[in-house]
């Protein structure tokens, strides 16, 4: 099923036969065409959508075809609105950035580092400098996933371990305070690692919100936003509508698998990370950042500040952190309060404005921010590899091409 809404005319390049937006209708047929499952897109200007289109299936099974209803994981997508609440606390007094994160978490006083000598042997130390608040937002307190197999992430894997036999499920803020004990993987401050900052964050909104991070982001944001299919837990039967995470078989055939964090979309689960966990469908997270390209304020709804997301997407890397975080997919960009930011169209082969800001997600979300243009994009899939190079790419450099 192929499906577009054209919501307004709207003010592209290509004349009144609206060439280019034809093209990008074709290039996600394309997509499908070509092997991809499925996949949804849209974008927006002046708190106008432009353009909504739905491509090919979202379960194995039952061939449903995709659709404006298809809810999609949103793994680390999650992370733009963690910061944007966060960021939203940070307007209200309840933090500086510059604040030593023991102040609001004290297990993290006497934080300890991971040392290697000339031997390659490893030592524990006691950190040279505090973990800052924004050393979470900007992913540079160094603390991976724990997935990993450093000295750090097996440490962190061991605590959620230890918190599952003890309380078998517990919240956010629970875990943060436990992770105080890990020992780093550097310093803070000193190294760019892709990992548990936004998890900090969310701890953070729950601590300094006095509630859920779940029930302040449906309080502050989702609600005055009309984003009703946005959320960590199932609710009104929803759970049918989530895509199916497509792995390939290796014929041109897919299978369907669990989603990494599926269990924590049960009602009765607790725990809201801020690094991933949310679902979300296409034109739900459209008015998001819709919001975020428009100043703060949607449909007369002033969510948060426009300085305060400029402060957002200005980037925090030096020259050596950037060398830690750049790379081929990240290309021309620095990183902010917890999104990339574009910093060189050169050098990211990328046709936006400087200050384009947003984030990935590890099942083929993408989102791409635009406040100078008042323009913002969101496209989605769910396979496992998502080959985000291949087509996220190729979706933000066709639909940008088409802004007059």
């Not at 963690?82 to 023991?102: H, S």
């Not at 690094?275 to 469908?281: K, R, V």
């Not at 060189?344 to 099942?363: C, D, I, K, L």
Request: charged share 25%; hydrophobic share 35%.
């Amino acid at each position: 099923m192929n499906c577009r809404v054209q919501v307004a005319e709207i003010s592209m390049t290509g004349g009144s036969d609206m060439s280019n937006y034809r093209q990008i209708e074709k290039m996600l047929d394309g997509f499908v065409e070509d092997g991809l499952p499925g996949c949804g897109c849209a974008f927006a200007r002046d708190g106008v959508t432009l353009f909504e289109h739905y491509a090919g299936i979202d379960h194995v099974k039952t061939q449903h075809k995709l659709d404006a209803h298809t809810t999609f994981r949103q793994c680390s997508t999650t992370k733009i609105i963690i910061v944007t609440a966060g960021m939203m606390l940070y307007e209200r007094g309840k933090f500086l950035l510059n604040d030593p994160l023991y102040e609001y978490f004290p297990e993290y006083k006497e934080s300890t580092v991971v040392e290697y000598d000339a031997n390659g042997d490893a030592h524990i130390r006691p950190a040279k400098s505090p973990i800052l608040v924004k050393d979470a937002f900007r992913m540079t307190c160094g603390m991976p996933y724990e997935w990993g197999d450093s000295i750090t992430a097996k440490a962190m894997w061991d605590v959620k371990r230890e918190l599952e036999k003890k309380y078998g499920t517990y919240d956010i803020e629970t875990e943060v305070a436990a992770m105080g004990t890990v020992p780093k993987a550097f310093d803070p401050g000193t190294h760019w690692l892709y990992g548990y900052g936004h998890d900090i964050v969310s701890g953070l909104i729950q601590r300094l919100s006095g509630m859920p991070t779940g029930e302040f982001l449906r309080k502050e944001i989702f609600e005055p936003l009309g984003m009703n299919e946005t959320a960590y837990r199932f609710h009104d039967g929803n759970e049918s509508k989530l895509c199916d995470v497509f792995h390939p078989n290796g014929d041109g055939t897919w299978h369907s698998e669990p989603g990494i964090l599926d269990q924590y979309h049960a009602p009765e689960a607790k725990l809201e990370n801020g690094g991933a966990g949310l679902y979300s469908t296409v034109s739900d997270y459209l008015k998001f950042t819709q919001m975020l390209a428009n100043g703060g304020r949607y449909h007369g709804e002033q969510i948060i500040g426009r300085k305060t997301i400029d402060l957002m997407r200005e980037n925090q890397l030096d020259k050596r952190l950037l060398k830690d975080f750049q790379n081929f997919y990240l290309a021309g960009y620095g990183y902010g309060l917890g999104v990339r930011t574009l910093l060189s169209r050169a050098e990211g082969n990328f046709n936006a404005t400087p200050g384009e800001f947003g984030w990935t997600g590890a099942y083929g979300t993408y989102v791409s921010i635009d406040p100078a243009e008042h323009f913002s994009l969101v496209y989605m899939h769910q396979t496992d590899p998502n080959n985000e190079q291949y087509y996220h790419l190729r979706v933000r450099n066709a639909v940008y091409g088409a802004i007059e």
